[in-house]
């Protein structure tokens, strides 16, 4: 099992939907969790950010963290095809340190 | 102000030839990082600098996986005798470092150097 599952989709939704987008995780030391967006032939580029579990929001992106269940979430919401990318979550023990991937999901927003 | 640089963006090379990649971190960043993205793989981690301490090798895949940092800044991925597998996007990131406390300092990544060996 790898340490941090994620659905590589793809996913393809209209403009305007809520995008739902999730991962699982094994390595219980993990405390930061963070989403990046990459877009093709693009380096990744940090979406948001959590420490330990909650919500954060930010405009029309929501990350949700729950440790007891090891499984995080990015929300989209009012999509736009603009969004249309590939989403990896990253965790780690420190806020400094390597990250551990996901393999990312494929994002289309349909106009 | 400028970016993570890569060079050369991409590389095409022959099995079991030496290649070298590339890595100008943003100014001032202590912490440097090397991942490879391969198709249906994600983003893997494979060597990390800090400052003047001992470089974490712990990702790296072999032993034909060398990496260097000179002077704190321009750092070099040197993969040797490569092989078929080693085809993949190599990335580069560098942060700023300091103490975490729930802070986390963003790890900015170079568009990345695409390596297929032939």
């Known amino acids: 099992q790898k340490e941090v599952e994620q659905d590589p989709g793809p996913l393809s939704v209209p403009e305007g939907a809520i995008v739902s987008l999730n991962c699982t995780y094994s390595n219980s030391a993990f405390q930061y969790f963070m989403w990046y967006r990459q877009y093709s032939r693009k380096g990744p580029e940090l979406l948001m950010y959590?420490?330990?579990?909650g919500n954060k929001e930010d405009g029309r992106f929501t990350a949700q963290v729950d440790k007891s269940s090891k499984y995080i979430s990015l929300f989209i919401r009012d999509s736009q095809p603009s969004d249309s990318a590939t989403y990896l979550c990253a965790m780690s023990d420190s806020g400094n340190t390597p990250l551990v991937f996901g393999k990312g999901t494929r994002l289309s927003v349909i106009a | 102000g400028a970016g993570v640089s890569q060079s050369p963006s991409n590389k095409v090379t022959e099995k079991g030839k030496d290649v070298e990649l590339r890595c100008d971190p943003i100014s001032g960043h202590t912490a440097l990082y090397w991942y490879r993205q391969s198709l249906g793989q994600g983003l893997e981690f494979l060597i990390y600098?800090?400052?003047?301490?001992?470089?974490?090798k712990s990702g790296l895949p072999s032993d034909r996986f060398s990496a260097e940092r000179t002077g704190g800044s321009v750092s070099t991925l040197t993969i040797q005798r490569t092989q078929q597998e080693d085809s993949a996007v190599y990335l580069c990131?560098?942060?700023?470092?300091?103490?975490?406390?729930?802070?986390?300092?963003?790890?900015?990544f170079g568009p990345g150097t695409r390596l297929t060996v032939t």
């Open positions: 959590t420490y330990s579990s």
């Open positions: 600098f800090q400052g003047n301490s001992a470089p974490d």
């Open positions: 990131a560098s942060s700023s470092h300091g103490t975490s406390g729930g802070a986390v300092y963003e790890q900015y």
